[in-house]
């Protein structure tokens, strides 16, 4: 029987990818709240994205607790993979904390283009930290 071998790296903890869903959801949802409020100008939309922005920073910070020990205590030969990880949690975590002081200022400061820019950064480093926490890594062959 053929079987696929790999480098042992797996994917996140199941507690830690469940942690990891929510700045995914909540960063990707305050993006969406700054765009609605670009597009209309009702201001209860950057209260939304403020308040996203938030939740997504708290559960970031959780996760960003996660994966620095993770990296310090890798397993199995995934010191590679874990600094990846670890290195685009920390960018997203970063992005949102400054995107959530952004999102303090009154009116249209609080979203215009920095905000926006970084609802852009903090999302899409949640998806790469994402991508890199859900997959396998695989060196060798493929099972047929």
Do not use: K
């Amino acid at each position: 029987m053929p079987t696929s071998r790999g480098t042992g790296a797996t994917p996140l903890h199941p507690l830690h990818a469940i942690l990891l869903a929510f700045p995914l959801a909540l960063f990707s949802s305050g993006l969406a709240c700054d765009i609605a409020y670009l597009n209309s100008a009702f201001v209860q939309w950057t209260n939304f994205a403020a308040w996203l922005i938030a939740g997504g920073c708290f559960f970031g910070g959780l996760v960003l607790a996660w994966a620095i020990v993770a990296a310090v205590f890798p397993r199995r030969a995934a010191r590679g993979r874990a600094l990846a990880y670890l290195a685009a949690v920390a960018v997203m975590f970063v992005a949102g904390l400054v995107n959530s002081f952004q999102h303090s200022h009154d009116g249209w400061s609080s979203v215009g283009s920095p905000g926006l820019i970084l609802s852009i950064v903090s999302t899409v480093a949640a998806l790469v930290a994402g991508v890199i926490g859900y997959s396998e890594q695989r060196i060798e062959g493929i099972a047929r």
